[in-house]
């Protein structure tokens, strides 16, 4: 049996994921047709069914569901080596740092100050993504090292806790919510969160995932503007409250809503001495994290450590 090549791997993925021939093919920018006989090629091929096909829907076999899995995997590792080739041959190879823009805990400067005297290096360039992206871009080779949010989809990364903080829940000053001091999940009932979804939930509310959804709002102006409008409510870690005060707006903590941890993560096979430079700042500078918020608002710690009440 010859081996699967990567663009048929591709073409299984597609149809795949979106379980209609169709969309694949136009995802692909191919027709239908040749997508269809490149999956009974691939079938031939193994000697197995991938998919069973009704004229109301496609399904995935369980030799369909093993292959998915492991054609990802290996979609990702293909993609992870070109881009990580390009870096290292580029003239100046930079360290490229994954995170999303002011979810950093408050660190950040000071890491990459101390990262700076570490390394005699090139700054590090940042690569800004949304809620959840960074671990994707350390396996898909877009970045080296990355400041990430628990949990987190950890296949084929390493990583360490830096800080750990309570969330918060905004709310517009003018909501009834805010005239106390601390709320629990219960009470957030029949709010919505960016995304739509149910902030009793108590799930973070980045991005949905159903076809058709809204674009949820991409960045802390625009969804501080909804807050302060009354339309949703936002989970947010103590250090955005603490960096960006506004007067429509009051954080108030929720007892029943889990901490979040910062953590630094890398790819596992990462051999990189900026690399290792880079979580060694991060490291030194979160275990010297001293840093208070205004009176009323809670505190970050180090990763790890007991919470004072």
Request: charge should be negative; glycine fraction near 8%.
């Amino acid at each position: 049996m010859n081996d699967l090549e990567v663009r048929q791997l591709r073409y299984f993925v597609a149809v795949a994921e979106e379980l209609h021939f169709g969309r694949a093919a136009a995802r692909l920018g191919m027709a239908q047709p040749p997508l269809s006989r490149a999956i009974r090629d691939i079938e031939r091929q193994l000697g197995v069914a991938l998919f069973e096909r009704t004229t109301r829907q496609v399904k995935l076999t369980a030799a369909g569901e093993v292959l998915l899995r492991d054609a990802r995997t290996a979609l990702e590792a293909v993609s992870a080596a070109a881009h990580r080739a390009r870096q290292a041959g580029s003239a100046s190879p930079r360290l490229r740092v994954a995170l999303k823009a002011d979810i950093d805990g408050g660190l950040l400067p000071h890491i990459l100050d101390a990262y700076g005297a570490d390394e005699a290096s090139l700054p590090p360039e940042l690569v800004l993504g949304g809620f959840g992206e960074q671990p994707q871009a350390l396996r898909d080779g877009l970045a080296d090292v990355g400041l990430v949010l628990c949990p987190f989809d950890s296949r084929g990364l390493d990583s360490e806790p830096l800080l750990t903080e309570p969330v918060l829940v905004a709310l517009a000053a003018a909501d009834p919510l805010a005239a106390r001091t601390r709320l629990c999940l219960d009470d957030l009932a029949g709010r919505e969160l960016p995304d739509g979804s149910p902030a009793g939930d108590g799930r973070p509310g980045g991005h949905s995932s159903h076809p058709g959804a809204p674009r949820p709002a991409s960045n802390l102006s625009e969804i501080f503007s909804l807050v302060e409008t009354g339309t949703i409510v936002f989970f947010a870690p103590a250090s955005v409250a603490r960096r960006y005060p506004r007067p429509g707006i009051s954080f108030r903590p929720v007892s029943d809503l889990p901490d979040a941890t910062l953590a630094v993560a890398w790819p596992q096979d990462a051999r990189s001495p900026a690399v290792a430079a880079f979580v060694r700042a991060a490291c030194a500078v979160a275990a010297a994290q001293t840093d208070p918020l205004p009176p009323g608002f809670p505190s970050g710690r180090p990763a790890g450590h007991a919470r004072s009440e």
